[in-house]
């Protein structure tokens, strides 16, 4: 499976690095983060090679037409992440002074940040429709990738751009590459969902073209990121070297005898941001660590459900930082998060139930191939493709894109119904 790779690329990346944690060894990490990843892929296994018995007598659902009433629901939801992002503009240069004409993105997210820890609650009610409606294309984006070739070469075209338009454009404003990625990550796991259902093979992910495709967006992520750093070093006035060294001590590292500076020229540069990104990737290990070698008195469920805190802190402000804990700022992977707060027994039972629970979403999609089945796998899949770095759910986008996946589902049904539809999809 494609997370399990994730997981032992991540592994393997640390092991290699030249920079280890000052606090000590990461081997116990390493242990729990392969039990973990281990115990999940072989329960996923069970539940679906249990499956396959069955599987004669079970029907896979292929549409061969769009369901009904999906098309303007995608065109719907393009047009409220538009109307979102506007409000987000509005609320950012009305509210909390923000240039973006004459400051970069990097300048940008650091005064929001600054806002957000100094004011807290909400800035205006434009911010919160804003949040609420710009992650809908998220909906348009899944569902124009599993049912590709049911949408005309015009449709394809128009949607894939108005999506990429709104996705820069969103990452722009909110001045970080998050958007991104989660984009990537959400057409994996929909082509993964197109294969379970029955409606593409294994063997047309390693076609030429779909290599290609995804080397191309392999190597635009990293260059994203690259061009991050490399922004944010610029704007702090600082070399490539010494934002380096800045970052490993913002994690809390070290050099070994195995690191060897590189100061001057763009290869020197390229290098040192290509650590960064390693690192930054990476580093949920050392937390790991840190929670195993002096374990937190009292945890919070923060790393786990950061995200749904932080919304529930801007509606309640008498609950104060929520989501707030002792690695705040830091990337806390799953399986460190769920040992942070549950132990060594959380991990255990946390790694059969998310195997259990994927394993049962793929089988609930080739059954079904309904568009909650195919939602439903999707968010399942992609929660665990981020989980090898932090818990989907400690990241805020994650729980607007969740909220806004459910809205147009509901949207979908009442469309559905109005038009008079037996079954809704």
């Known amino acids: 499976m494609a997370v399990v790779f994730l997981a032992a690329s991540i592994l393997l990346l640390d092991w290699a690095s030249p920079v280890i944690p000052r606090s000590g060894s990461v081997t116990a990490a390493y242990g729990i983060y392969s039990v973990f990843y281990l115990l999940f892929v072989v329960t996923h296994g069970v539940i679906v090679a249990s ?16 369901p009904a009433g999906i098309y303007s629901v995608m065109v719907i939801a393009c047009w409220a992440s538009t109307a979102g992002l506007l409000f987000l503009i509005g609320d950012r240069v009305i509210y909390q002074n923000v240039d973006f004409i004459n400051d970069s993105f990097v300048v940008t997210r650091a005064r929001l940040n600054a806002s957000r820890s100094e004011a807290g609650g909400v800035s205006s009610l434009f911010s919160v429709a804003g949040n609420l409606l710009q992650f809908c294309y998220f909906f348009t984006l899944t569902m124009g990738v599993y049912y ?8 394809r075209f128009r949607l894939a751009a108005w999506i990429a338009l709104i996705a820069i454009a969103g990452s722009y404003v909110l001045g970080g590459r ?3 990625s989660l984009a990537a990550l959400a057409v994996c796991a929909t082509w993964t969902a197109r294969i379970v259902a029955g409606r593409a093979s294994y063997s047309s992910m390693l076609s030429r073209r779909a290599v290609i495709r995804c080397g191309i967006g392999v190597g635009l ?37 195995t690191y060897r500076a590189c100061e001057a020229g763009i ?9 960064l990104t390693v690192l930054y990737i990476t580093h949920g290990l050392w937390v ?27 509606i309640d402000a008498v609950g104060g930082q929520v989501a707030i804990y002792q690695f705040s700022g830091l990337f806390n992977s799953l399986p460190g998060s769920i040992f942070y707060i549950f132990g060594g027994g959380g991990v255990l039972f946390f790694s059969v139930l998310l195997g259990v629970v994927t394993g049962l979403s793929a089988l609930y999609l080739h059954r079904s191939a309904s568009v909650v089945a195919v939602l439903a796998y999707v ?13 989907a759910f400690n990241a805020v986008m994650f729980v607007f894109i969740v909220l806004s996946m459910l809205t147009m589902v509901a949207l979908l049904f009442i469309v559905q119904y109005l038009r008079g539809e037996r079954r809704i999809s």
Do not use: W
């Open 51 to 66: 499956i396959i018995p069955f599987r004669a007598s079970m029907t896979s659902v292929t549409p061969t037409a769009l």
């Open 148 to 155: 590709y070739e049911l949408l005309s070469q015009a449709q």
């Open 178 to 180: 998050s958007i991104l």
């Open 221 to 257: 992520t990293l260059m994203a990121m690259l061009y991050v750093f490399y922004a944010r070093a610029n704007a702090s006035a600082l070399s490539s070297q010494k934002y380096l060294e800045t970052f490993i001590a913002h994690l809390g590292g070290e050099v070994t005898q």
């Open 267 to 275: 290869l020197c540069d390229i290098y040192n941001y290509a650590q």
């Open 288 to 314: 790991l660590a840190e929670s195993y070698y002096h374990p937190d008195a009292l945890p919070s469920m923060a790393p786990l459900l950061g995200g749904v805190l932080s919304i529930y802190s801007k």
């Open 379 to 391: 968010l399942v899949c992609v929660t665990m493709l981020i989980s090898p770095v932090l818990s």
